[in-house]
C-alpha cells in the first residue's frame, strides 16, 4: 500500500470470486478491505495486501476452488493457503487470494485408536485435537509454542516442530497420509507405497501418474548429490524434502508436501500418528549466572536422555516479571533472587511407570548436587501437572513477551530460527551475541537447545530506515555464520521472505531441480508464488528479505508522536495468542464466537493502524472507516486483550477513541446515547419504578425498544432509595462528622461500599443481601452515595463526557478516601474502571478493591461462623473483565469460602455474552446467545448451585432459564439459615 487509502479488488478476482459462487462454493468469498488487511500480515515484519480471502467450508469447497482456477481463464489468479496467521517470515503472505481453511474445516473425521490414527481437517488446530484425544490416552506429538492457535494444515506446510523434536521429531514424522489438491483441482492421495504400488500409480496414467514418475526419476538420479549435500540435521528446512520422500524402502510424495509452505498443492487432509500420552512426567528448572553456561551444560544435560531441553534468556525472564503469568512462575525461578538468574534451562522426562521416573529424575539431582561438572546454580523439581504447566507456558510465551518490550526498537523476527549441530551451538550463539553487541542491539534467546535451534529476536525499529537496512545486514552475516557451523538459516519456521538464502545452502544443480518440481505441480506459478523457488519459464521473481512491504514501511507514515498515543495498536507484533482456541479462555469472546479474524485484537489493531495512517495522510477511505467501525463495535469490552495479550493492545480503550473520531463526522444511534446514559437513567427511573416497569413490560414498548433503539431484554428497575440499604441494622449511611469520630481500632472493621447503578438500581434485592452478608460477618459497611461512574460512556466513545464523569467521582474517592477506611465496590466491572480507564483521567484515583480483595484479608482478622455444613455443588462463575484485570480473582474468592468452612468450585468459563449492555442490543443477540452455550451453559447445568459476580452475568444466566447468586447474596442466605437454627 501507498499513501493512499486501500485499492479495491482487481476486476479480475472479482469476476473469479463471482465465478465462483456461481460454480457452487459454499464457503464465504470476501474482498472487503477489513478482511483482506486482517490477513495481510501475520507473526514477521512484512505486510501484503491480498485480493480477497475465500473460507471453505468442506473440500467440495476446495475441489470446486481450484478447478475453476484450473480454467485458462482464470490461470493468472493467485492464492496463499493459510493456516493460522502465526507464520514469522511471511510464509503465507500473498497479493492473491487467500484461502483460509481455520474458520470451518476444524473437524476431526475419523479417530482409529485400534490402528493409531487419526483424520482432520486442515483446519484443527492442535491444541483442539489433542484435547480429543486425550481421553484416549494419546497425542499428537509435535508441541508449538502456539499450539492453541497453529492448525494441523499449517504445521504440515512449514513441516513444524517444537519442544520435544529431539523425541518426537517434525510434523512429517507424523503424517501417515494426506489428501492434496493441485492448482487445477486435480486429487491426490499421498501415501507410503512400495515400488510395486508406484509402479501401479505410474502405469494406470494421467496427471497424477506423471507427477508421481517425475519425482521417482529425480531422486534416482540425483540420489547422490541430495544425499551429499542435504543438512543432516534434526531441524532442517530445505523447501522440498528431497531427503525424505524415499525412507524405509517406501515411496512417499507427501514428504515433499510437508515443509513446501503450500507452494505445490493445497492439503485438504491429513492422516496423523497417535502417539501415546507419556503418564508420568516431571521437570526441572536450571538456573543459571550466564546463558553461555546455560547453553554449555544442555550438552552434558542432553546425555541424561531427557524429553526436552529449552533455553530462556534473562531479557525473557525480566519480561515475565510484568506478566500474568510471573504470578505462576516466580517462586520456581528464584522468588527474591530471581534478578540473579540470567538464563533457565527446562528439562523434561517423562515416563509410562513412575517408579522408574522417579529413579531417574532423582539419580538426575544427586548428580546435579554433586557433580562439579554441573554450571548450573541451582534448581526446582516438579511433578505436579499445574506447576509443569506454568513453566512450559512461560516458555511459549516468549515471542509476545519480547514483542512487549519497551522503546521503539522491539525483537523482531527474521533470523529466529537458525539451526547447527547442538555440539556447536555454544560457539555459534557467541559469535551470534558478539554480532549484535557490536552493533549494539538489544536481543532476546531461548529455544530448543537440545536440538541445536535457538530463536533469537534482535531489537529494531523497522519505522527507521536504517533499521531496515541494518536487518539486512545482520540477515546475510547471520547466514554466513550459520554455514560456518553446519547449520541453516531455517531450523522449524519455514522459508517465506527467506527463500532467496537456498541455493547458497544446497547449491544451484539442486535449487534447479526445485525449480523443476515446482513447474511440474504449478506451471502456472498459482500457489504461493515467490515462495521457495519460482518454475521454470517464468519470469515473477522470489521474495526478498528486504522486500518493501514490511509493517514498518506502513507505520512510517504515521507521525511518531500520534504512535506514541496508540502505542499498544501499532505494537502489535501478530502472534495470535488472540486466536487462542480454548472456549474457556477470555480472550477473545467475540473471535470464539464468529470466527472471523477481523474481529479479533489483532484483527482490530490491524485496521486501527491502517486507520491511523489514512488520517495522517488526510486521505480517509470512509468505506473501510466504516469496516473499522463494524469490527470494534462487535468488542465486548472484556479487557482480556488488556493483560493477556503479551502486547496488552488493550482494544477497548482505543475502541472507545475510534468511537469519538468516527462519529465527529456522522450521526450517531439514539441506542448509543441510551447506552451511554444507563446509570442515569437507572438512578432516575428508580424513583418512578411503580410507572415505568409496567410501560417497559407492554409488548408496544418492547416492539418500540426492538425497533428504534435495537434493544431487547431490557431489565425491570428497582424502586431504589439509598434509605432502603440503610435501614438494614449495622449499615451506616455516608456521614463525614461520624467517621471522623471512629477511633482507629473501631476502623478496623469498617469498610465503604462504592456503590454502581447496575446492582442498586438494576438489582436491589442483591445490594441489600451483600451488606446483610457483611453485616453477619461481623463488619459495618458504610454506603457512599450513588454516583454514576461513567463506565457505559467509556464503552460507547463518549470519552469527554467520560472524563468529566470520572473527574467529578475521583474527586469524590478522594475525599472518602481521607478517612482511612477502604473503599470496596460491589460490582466488579465497575470496580475496576477505578483502577484503570480512571487513572488516566486522574492518577490520584484512590485505590478501590473488590470484594473478594477485601474479604480474602479481613477474614483473617476476624472470627468467622462456619457453614461447612453446606453440602451443595457449588461453582463460582467470575465476570470476565474479573479475571482479565485481577488474575488471581478465583483463587481469592476460594480463601473467601475456605474460611467460612466451605468448598467452591471456579470452573473455566470465559466470558458468558452479555458483557453490560452487549447481550441487550439486538444485533449482538446472536454472537451472546452463542458465546453462553460455548463458555457458560455446561458449568451452570452442572451445578447445584450458581454463583456469578457481575451482574451482567447474573442477568444472563437468568435469561436462560437458570439462577444465579452474588456470592455474599448466597453467604447471606447460608448465615440466614444458620441464625434461624441457632
Known amino acids: ?199 501401479n500409480i505410474i502405469a494406470q496414467g494421467g496427471r497424477s501418474a506423471d507427477l508421481y ?17 542435504f543438512p543432516k540435521l534434526n531441524r532442517f528446512m530445505t523447501g522440498y524434502n528431497l531427503a525424505h520422500v524415499e525412507k524405509d524402502d517406501k515411496f512417499n510424495l507427501g514428504a515433499l508436501i ?162 547447527v549441530p547442538p555440539e556447536h551451538l555454544a560457539d555459534y550463539i557467541t559469535e551470534f551475541r558478539a554480532l549484535l553487541d557490536d552493533l549494539d542491539i538489544r536481543y532476546g534467546m531461548f529455544g530448543h537447545v537440545d536440538a541445536g535451534c535457538l530463536h533469537v529476536r534482535p531489537a529494531l525499529n523497522m519505522r527507521d530506515p536504517k533499521d531496515a537496512e541494518m536487518m539486512l545486514h545482520i540477515s546475510k552475516a547471520v547466514e554466513k555464520l550459520v554455514r560456518k557451523y553446519g547449520g541453516v538459516m531455517w531450523g522449524e519456521h519455514g522459508k517465506g521472505f527467506r527463500s532467496e538464502f537456498t541455493p547458497g545452502v544446497i547449491g544451484d544443480e539442486l535449487f534447479n531441480d526445485m525449480r523443476q518440481i515446482k513447474t511440474w505441480f504449478d506451471p502456472h506459478n498459482q500457489l504461493n508464488p515467490g515462495k521457495i523457488c519460482t518454475p521454470h519459464n517464468c519470469d515473477h521473481e522470489l521474495v526478498a528479505v528486504d522486500d518493501p512491504r514490511t509493517r514498518g514501511a506502513q507505520d512510517r507514515q504515521i507521525p511518531e508522536a500520534v504512535i506514541e498515543e496508540w502505542e499498544p495498536v501499532v505494537a502489535c507484533n501478530g502472534n495470535g495468542a488472540c486466536f487462542n482456541y480454548q472456549p474457556e479462555a477470555e480472550m477473545c469472546p467475540s473471535y470464539k464466537a464468529t470466527g472471523d479474524r477481523v474481529q479479533s485484537p489483532k484483527g482490530r489493531a490491524t485496521l486501527l493502524r491502517e486507520w491511523l495512517r489514512q488520517t495522517q495522510n488526510g486521505n480517509v477511505d470512509r468505506e473501510f472507516e466504516d469496516q473499522v467501525y463494524g469490527a470494534l463495535n462487535t468488542c465486548l469490552a472484556c479487557k482480556a486483550c488488556t493483560t493477556q495479550c503479551p502486547i496488552k493492545v488493550d482494544i477497548p480503550t482505543y475502541r472507545s477513541r475510534f468511537f469519538e473520531a468516527y462519529f465527529a463526522s456522522r450521526r450517531r444511534p439514539l441506542r448509543d446515547y441510551l447506552i451511554a446514559g444507563v446509570e442515569e437513567f437507572g438512578i432516575f427511573a428508580a424513583r418512578l419504578a411503580g410507572v415505568i416497569n409496567p410501560l417497559m413490560q407492554t409488548s408496544l414498548a418492547k416492539k418500540l425498544s426492538g425497533k428504534l433503539l435495537g434493544m431487547q431484554n431490557l431489565p425491570a428497575v428497582h424502586a431504589y432509595k439509598l434509605s432502603k440499604l440503610t435501614a438494614i441494622k449495622g449499615v451506616k449511611a455516608y456521614n463525614k462528622p461520624y467517621l471522623e469520630s471512629l477511633s482507629d481500632a473501631d476502623k478496623q472493621q469498617y469498610l465503604l461500599i462504592v456503590q454502581d447503578a447496575f446492582t442498586s438500581c ?71 474502571i477505578y483502577r484503570d480507564e480512571y487513572k488516566v483521567v486522574s492518577a490520584a484515583t484512590p485505590m478501590v478493591l473488590l470484594l473478594q480483595e477485601w474479604l480474602a484479608e479481613a477474614l483473617q482478622t476476624t472470627t468467622c461462623p462456619d457453614l461447612s455444613k453446606v453440602s451443595a455443588k457449588i461453582s463460582l462463575l467470575a465476570h470476565c473483565s474479573e479475571k482479565s484485570m485481577l488474575p488471581n480473582t478465583n483463587q481469592l474468592w476460594h480463601q473467601v469460602f475456605k474460611q467460612l468452612g466451605i468448598d467452591i468450585q471456579t470452573p473455566a468459563a470465559g466470558c458468558c455474552g452479555m458483557a453490560g449492555t452487549f447481550g441487550h442490543e439486538v444485533a449482538n443477540q446472536e454472537v451472546s446467545q452463542r458465546l453462553y452455550n460455548m463458555r457458560w451453559e455446561k458449568p451452570v447445568t452442572e451445578a447445584e448451585v450458581v454463583l456469578a459476580t457481575g451482574y451482567s452475568c447474573r442477568s444472563q444466566t437468568a435469561a436462560n432459564g437458570h439462577s444465579a447468586l452474588h456470592p455474599l447474596h448466597y453467604l447471606q442466605q447460608l448465615l440466614e439459615a444458620e441464625q434461624r437454627l441457632s
Open 762 to 832: 438494576f438489582d436491589l434485592p442483591t445490594m441489600q443481601a451483600i451488606l446483610q452478608a457483611l453485616v453477619g460477618l461481623g463488619f459495618t459497611p458504610v454506603v457512599l452515595p450513588l454516583q454514576v461512574s461513567g463506565k457505559a460512556r467509556h464503552v460507547k466513545g463518549f470519552t469527554q463526557s467520560f472524563d468529566s464523569k470520572a473527574q467529578q467521582q475521583s474527586q469524590r474517592l478522594q475525599e472518602a478516601s481521607q478517612f482511612g477506611l477502604p473503599l470496596v465496590a460491589v460490582d466488579p466491572s465497575v470496580g475496576l
Open 1 to 199: 500500500m501507498s499513501d493512499s487509502a486501500i485499492a479495491v479488488t482487481n476486476t479480475h478476482y472479482l469476476d473469479f470470486l463471482q465465478a465462483l459462487e456461481q460454480a457452487g462454493f459454499t464457503g464465504e468469498v470476501s474482498p472487503d478491505k477489513a478482511t483482506r488487511l486482517s490477513l495481510a500480515t501475520d507473526n514477521s515484519i512484512y505486510q501484503v495486501m491480498p485480493q480477497g480471502a475465500v473460507f471453505p467450508k468442506h473440500q467440495a469447497d476446495l475441489l470446486c476452488l481450484f478447478k475453476l482456477a484450473g480454467e485458462q481463464r482464470f490461470q493468472t489468479i493467485q492464492f496463499a493457503p493459510r493456516g493460522g496467521g502465526t507464520g514469522t517470515n511471511g510464509q503465507s503472505l500473498n497479493s492473491g487470494l487467500v484461502v483460509d481453511c481455520s474458520r470451518h474445516m476444524r473437524d476431526i473425521i475419523e479417530l482409529n485408536i485400534e490402528q493409531g490414527y487419526v483424520r482432520v481437517q486442515p483446519g484443527i488446530i492442535r491444541d483442539q485435537l489433542n484435547d480429543a484425544l486425550r481421553p484416549h490416552g494419546f497425542f499428537f506429538a509435535p508441541t508449538l509454542s502456539t499450539s492453541n492457535r497453529a492448525t494441523l494444515g499449517g504445521m504440515c506446510s512449514t513441516d513444524a516442530c517444537g519442544q520435544g523434536s529431539r523425541i518426537y521429531g517434525r510434523t512429517s514424522n507424523h503424517v501417515l497420509g494426506m489428501q492434496i489438491i493441485l492448482a487445477d483441482g486435480e486429487q491426490l492421495q499421498c501415501q507410503p507405497m512400495d515400488a510395486a504400488e508406484l509402479d
Open 258 to 419: 510437508c515443509g513446501s509452505e503450500g507452494t505445490l498443492a493445497m492439503v485438504s487432509e491429513l492422516t496423523l500418528k497417535l502417539t501415546p500420552m507419556p503418564k508420568y512426567k516431571q521437570l526441572l528448572a536450571l538456573r543459571y549466572d550466564s546463558f553461555v553456561a546455560a547453553l554449555r551444560d544442555a550438552n552434558r544435560l542432553v546425555e541424561l536422555d531427557p524429553d526436552a531441553i529449552e533455553t530462556i534468556d534473562d531479557t525473557i525472564i525480566g519480561l515475565a516479571k510484568g506478566d500474568l503469568i510471573w504470578h505462576r512462575v516466580g517462586d520456581f525461578l528464584g522468588g527474591e533472587q530471581a534478578d540473579q538468574v540470567k538464563a533457565v534451562n527446562l528439562v523434561e522426562f517423562s515416563s509410562m511407570q513412575e517408579p522408574s521416573l522417579i529413579d531417574k529424575v532423582d539419580a538426575v539431582c544427586a548428580d546435579l548436587d554433586a557433580s562439579e561438572q554441573s554450571l548450573s546454580r541451582g534448581y526446582f523439581r516438579t511433578a505436579k501437572a499445574d506447576e509443569i504447566a506454568s513453566l512450559w507456558e512461560l516458555r511459549k510465551k516468549g515471542v509476545g513477551l519480547l514483542g512487549n518490550a519497551r522503546g521503539k526498537r522491539r525483537p523482531i523476527p527474521f533470523v529466529e530460527d537458525t539451526a
Open 213 to 229: 514418475q517425475q519425482i521417482a526419476h529425480l531422486l534416482q538420479t540425483k540420489a547422490d548429490l541430495i544425499a551429499e549435500v
